[in-house]
């Protein structure tokens, strides 16, 4: 009876597997339909294809495949020729794990005419409804994941493409990559990328590597098919950067997957790296080698940088730390769901370390330096942006046994004597005189009252004679008040870091800027090259008190026609008021030519400060008002 039965069973299969097989194409192309029926509704897409056959029980044949948003009728994708033989016993488990492929003349089109593009609807909610089952959220272990499983079962053991096209357009502007024929076998793949940019000669580069589905492991390299660097195109256009290298290398690997914690470990190599935009430095940069090793713990809701990842760049490595952590709660913005956290703790290292690996045209003012000893460093941000005002933040460079050798392209120790300054406007120089005796105008500090003197520092940097540079609760107060207006609307800038930045540096705008003044302002003051009252003797006489009016000197004779000794407490009050806002001194005053009511709330601050300090006696800090006689220049300007 079993036998019967079983052969019952085995005559059923059969008929099943033959009529499965003759009627195979056409439950392909009916399957098929349905699938494209909806992404077509879904993203509002015209996709057609000429053929849809199954060869076998594993290979798909394509031809005459076509992509065509609704809107725009600008064809985005096409490919003539397309085969794929996928595993047989993985599809059989849903899975498409594509064995081998042979594909010709892909073209992928971006194109885009003034605000319309035929990639828009990439960017638009999808037009039918995900349900909470099937969305990710923020999820990123899961996002990651799935990522990566599409990127290991897509990509072939072996197989052959030719001709592919990849073009980038917008307007008159167009960006092409052509690969004329890519080889993988046993996941190894090599081929040659021709890229055209209408404004930039034509390159050629070259792309190998391997990707194991098996071990889960991704490595490539890519470098530029004769002696040339790679610059990479579009940057320029659409970021004004400009970016070249001569190799980089890249290998990921998969370590521990579980499914709620995804563990990657991997690293990147670049070499002859020149990178160029006003945002990072008036010069161009350049890193001859820099590497990271990274070990990325990606979780539901967090992503982190674990602090045994090591970054590398010239002479020097290091250990950072990053966590970002993502609140899951959608009433918040979507800038305040992030809770940040980074540090870097550097043991002691030589410290010719780290200047002699200082990228060149990055710190254009240190080039050359050569130090001994040893530094360490340690630095830590905490940033809850629900909660800004929590923010922490440390920052602390050390040095032991540190000496400066020889100090490079800038002398760090001209303002202990008489040097030329150049004051610049928008970038430009606008004047230059000396700082020192054969100027008319150059007070010595000794002839500045002291009045003077403690009003400004009392409105600049109270602490100018006791810290050493940094006001580490400055620096996180004007961070957190640049962070909740998402601009740079305060500096925290001591006396020490305006002086470098005037004297030393280039007036341009640009984040690395800050870095190079920080590191100056560091080694003027650790290693007092300078003493903190001549530092403060220069601040005085080349600040800008006024619209071209440079120095206390200028400065007194501009307003008052007097000598700095000669001022009053009231009239010294109001110089220090100037010094953040100069060009803007007419602001300071009425239709009348008297001092604003609303300056009232300063001056008696800092009044009760002068008072404090025993320069003036309470009652005449009591008596302090804003009211100011203006007889030099500037009632000239104010009158106009």
């Not at 005459?64 to 059989?92: A, K, N, Q, Y």
């Not at 254009?364 to 130090?371: H, K, Q």
């Not at 400066?404 to 005189?433: C, D, W």
């Amino acid at each position: 009876m079993y036998q019967r039965l079983l052969k019952i069973v085995a005559g059923l299969t059969v008929s099943a597997c033959i009529l499965l097989f003759v009627s195979k194409d056409a439950l392909l192309r009916r399957t098929a339909d349905r699938r494209i029926a909806a992404v077509e509704q879904r993203h509002g897409l015209h996709i057609g294809y000429r053929e849809l056959t199954l060869e076998g029980l594993n290979t798909v044949c394509m031809r005459g495949l076509s992509v065509v948003p609704e809107t725009g009728h600008d064809t985005l994708l096409t490919i003539s020729h397309l085969d794929l033989r996928l595993d047989f016993w993985r599809m059989l488990t849903g899975h498409l794990q594509v064995k081998h492929v042979k594909l010709d003349d892909l073209r992928l089109n971006f194109l885009k005419n003034d605000s319309t593009a035929n990639y828009d609807f990439l960017f638009r909610p999808s037009a039918s409804p995900v349900t909470k089952e099937k969305s990710m959220g923020t999820d990123y272990a899961r996002q990651a994941h799935r990522l990566l499983d599409w990127l290991y079962e897509r990509m072939p053991d072996n197989g052959h493409i030719t001709r592919l096209h990849v073009t980038e357009q917008h307007n008159h502007h167009r960006v092409s990559a052509y690969l004329p024929d890519m080889n993988i076998a046993a996941n190894c793949f090599h081929t040659d990328i021709e890229i055209t940019e209408d404004t930039l000669p034509a390159q050629r580069w070259v792309l190998t590597g391997r990707l194991s589905p098996a071990k889960r492991h991704l490595e490539a390299q890519l470098h530029a098919a004769d002696r040339h660097d790679i610059r990479l195109p579009y940057l320029q256009r659409r970021f004004g950067a400009d970016i070249r290298f001569d190799t980089l290398t890249c290998r990921l690997s998969e370590t521990q997957d579980t499914n709620d914690r995804l563990r990657l470990d991997g690293q990147a190599d670049i070499a002859g790296l020149r990178l160029y935009h006003t945002a990072l430095s008036p010069d161009t940069i350049r890193l001859e080698k820099g590497s990271l090793d990274y070990r990325l713990d990606v979780r539901p809701q967090v992503i982190e940088l674990d602090s045994s990842s090591i970054v590398r760049f010239n002479r020097l490595s290091f250990h950072p730390y990053i966590r970002l952590a993502h609140h899951a709660n959608d009433s918040l913005p979507p800038l305040a769901r992030w809770h940040v956290t980074a540090s870097v703790h550097q043991p002691w290292f030589p410290a010719q370390d780290l200047f002699g690996s200082l990228p060149e045209g990055l710190f254009s003012t240190l080039a050359g330096i050569r130090t001994e000893g040893e530094l360490t460093y340690h630095g830590f941000l905490d940033a809850d942006f629900a909660c800004i005002d929590s923010l922490k933040l440390a920052s602390e460079l050390k040095s032991r046994n540190f000496h400066i050798l020889h100090q490079g392209a800038s002398n760090l120790s001209k303002m202990n004597e008489e040097f030329e300054y150049t004051a610049y406007e928008n970038g430009r120089p606008v004047r230059t005189f000396p700082v020192g005796p054969s100027w008319e105008h150059f007070t010595p500090l000794d002839k500045i009252p002291a009045v003077l003197q403690t009003a400004v520092m009392q409105s600049e940097d109270g602490a100018f004679f006791y810290h050493q540079g940094f006001l580490i609760d400055a620096l996180r107060e004007a961070l957190i008040q640049d962070l909740k207006e998402r601009r740079f609307a305060r500096g925290g800038s001591t006396i020490s870091m305006q002086l470098v930045k005037n004297v030393f540096l280039n007036r341009k705008k640009n984040i690395t800027r800050k870095l190079e003044e920080a590191l100056i302002v560091w080694l003027i003051e650790s290693q007092r090259l300078t003493s903190k009252e001549r530092m403060f003797e220069v601040y005085l006489n080349i600040a800008e008190w006024g619209p071209l009016v440079y120095g206390i000197g200028e400065a007194s004779a501009f307003y008052f026609n007097k000598r700095p000794a000669e001022l009053t407490v009231e009239e010294s009050i109001f110089l220090a008021s100037l010094i953040p806002h100069p060009k803007t001194f007419r602001y300071s005053f009425d239709d009348n030519g008297r001092l604003r009511e609303s300056l009232s709330g300063y001056f008696s601050l800092i009044a009760e400060r002068l008072a404090k300090k025993g320069i003036i006696t309470e009652e005449e800090a009591a008596r302090i008002r804003p009211q100011v006689n203006i007889t030099g220049e500037a009632r000239r300007q104010l009158m106009e």
